[in-house]
């Protein structure tokens, strides 16, 4: 069974400053996506930035990025120029490809932007 | 405005009660889903369906029960043999699976918060 882990519940960065979080991930796939959800204190659930595991480059998606180590299982996302608007619950999620759309996700790393 | 709509966005009810979650999408996915979110353990997915009339057993069905006779709808109704129903719930949809290159991210329905007491 597939499994993610994100070992920091809670972050906190300046802002203005970057600031990366964790993600790790057990699959015995070879085509697969990785997502991070954002989850701010509304509760719902907003897409932040998707990676194939078939693409060696990284995605990137404004402020967002991930580095994306597939031999490692490691998945992290990096902001830049944190701002208050970024304080939120952050999800790591797992999806295998073709045919299963199941999402599995991690626990959270509650990022907190200090002004 | 495309979208995922879940009502009623808090819900009270007594222990030993059924009680029905409604999920309505018109973003024409195929695809719904049914998660439950607990403090501390991120979510979890309970049904899913991928097509109307059809639908599986997720991580956690025990005590929860969906149909699914349109395309646009997908309710959960919680049943009281559900031990600890008390949680946010989730609804998400995506579009149809088996299609190479197609991208199956889900997009999700704002929350119910189901509070049994």
């Known amino acids: 069974a597939q499994t993610v882990t994100q070992s920091q519940p809670e972050m906190s960065v300046q802002e203005a400053e970057t600031v990366t979080l964790s993600c790790t991930y057990d699959?015995?796939?070879?085509?697969?996506?990785l997502f991070w959800y954002k989850q701010p204190p509304s509760r719902q659930m907003i897409l932040v930035i998707r990676?194939?595991?078939?693409?060696?480059q990284n995605a990137t998606e404004n402020r967002f990025s991930v580095n994306f180590q597939k031999a490692a299982k490691s998945f992290s996302l990096k902001i830049s120029d944190s701002q208050l608007g970024d304080a939120a619950m952050y999800f790591c999620?797992?999806?295998?490809?073709?045919?299963?759309?199941?999402?599995?996700f991690g626990t959270g790393t509650r990022l907190t932007i200090i002004p | 405005d495309g979208g995922i709509t879940q009502s009623p966005k808090y819900l009270f009810r007594k222990e030993g009660q059924n009680v029905t979650l409604s999920c309505e999408q018109n973003?024409?996915?195929?695809?719904m889903y049914w998660y439950r979110q607990d403090p501390g353990q991120g979510l979890r997915l309970i049904y899913y369906?991928?097509?109307?009339?059809?639908?599986q057993k997720g991580d956690i069905a025990e005590g929860y029960s969906v149909s699914r006779e349109k395309k646009e709808s997908f309710p959960l109704t919680v049943t009281s043999a559900q031990k600890n129903p008390t949680a946010f719930y989730l609804c998400?949809?995506?579009?149809?699976?088996?299609?190479?290159?197609?991208?199956?991210?889900?997009?999700f329905g704002p929350g119910t918060r189901l509070t049994v007491t």
């Open positions: 990676q194939e595991a078939y693409k060696q």
């Open positions: 998400a949809s995506s579009m149809a699976s088996g299609r190479a290159e197609t991208t199956y991210e889900q997009y």
């Open positions: 369906s991928q097509i109307v009339n059809d639908f």
């Open positions: 699959t015995s796939e070879s085509d697969y996506y």
């Open positions: 999620a797992y999806q295998k490809n073709f045919g299963n759309e199941k999402l599995t």
């Open positions: 973003l024409n996915h195929d695809a």
